[in-house]
């Protein structure tokens, strides 16, 4: 019998992370301040520590992950490398599809990866308190259960319809001693107008994002900071772990090369954790196809412009060059709620600029039936995020058996479900629908951001 889990022991655990800006082909483009010139690190020092903010701008290809991390990474890291065997029995696919099993770590989905070096980092620099978002939960309990560990208060700002989807998740972040409330709140200003203009929204990362940074930055004791928990390059940097402990796996389990690379995508961090690892390869002349993968009724990667954008609806944070909806856009009320941010990573946009990805939009039902047949057939329920990326692994699957393919295909696992049951019994009483963004509502939106400055397309060429 061939193995189900391929398990790294602890003394295997990457000791460093990969920063895919080293070996981009194209460079990245700075982020731009309100006059339209490259941000300098200290414009950043009022929300980010100076030690992030120095692996954010890093073009150094390795970059030390420090023993203290380890040592708490290690409560759930290495995580498994699993054969989707069943899966594949099932589909009757001749393709070998493995996962990364990300929803074993405590908060139940990839984010601690990141949640814990930032604390700590926030720590080493003499900050107490963070502020943050959280769209699905996932990210708000990840920080929440990295501040306690290692000692700094945490306030989370949750959209509110995942605040009213997923009650439980204020629950953990309050058992880890964090403290979680809705957004749009009356706390802050930019909530305050934002209820003014539109007292039924749903809320969006973008509303969230621009509560939490005001949060930090008005705190006059100057020990707060705020924390993000994807888009950025630091953040994607600590998820390289992912890729990096796959690829160990890989081997052990007698693959010499792997053919499909997916992750679903909201900001982009999960996805490249498990791809930049393996993005390197390709760069290097390896035939991967690798797909993140996004749903369309936020489709920034397939829909959404290269441009300069605002991260948040307050325009608080700086211009970022990436795919972007336009700062404003309120993504309709899908239950994948990680899924609903108007940018993608930077970094990742660059590289799909450059044709080294191949982005994908799914609907909400196919989806959910992949997250069905998923688990009744692997067992894990998973988060609606990750719904998008089975989704697409069987589709792939699925070609692999028309053209009568032995291809490897690797995604990543980004979370459990079990937060997230509101969705299935949604989906089980036929009360969900799928959500194809109108063509004139991106255009609205866009139309709001035209007036900003334009990147250069760098692309070299290759692919
Ligand atoms: C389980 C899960 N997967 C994926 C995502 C998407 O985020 P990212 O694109 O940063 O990985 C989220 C975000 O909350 C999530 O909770």
Redesign the pocket.
Known sequence: MSDTKIILEEKDMPRQWYNLAADLPSPLLPPLGPDGKPVTPDMLAPVFPMNLIEQEVSTQRWIDIPEEILEILALWRPSPLYRAKRLEKALGTPARIYYKNEGVSPAG???PNTAVPQAWYNKQFGIQRLTTET??G??GSALAFACSLIGLKCKVFMVRISFDQKPFRKLMMNTWGAQCVSSPSSETQAGRAIQAKMPDTPGSLGIAISEAIEAAVTDATGKTRYSL??VLNHVLLHQTIIGLEAKKQLAKAGEKKVDVIIG????????AGLAFPFVCDKIHGQDISIIPVEPEGCPKMTRGPFCYDHGDVAQMTPLLAMHSLGHEFVPPPIHA???RYHGMAPLVSQAIVEGLLTPRAYPQLKCYDAAVLWARTEGFIS?P??AHAIACTIDEANKAKEEGKEKVILFNW??HGLMDLGGYDAFFRGKLTNFALPQADLEASLERIKHLPKPEIHRSGKW
């Open positions: 989905s990839h984010k769209g699905a996932q990210w928990g994807s679903c995508a909201g900001g982009g961090s999960n996805f709620g990680g899924l988060a995020e990750t980004s979370g």
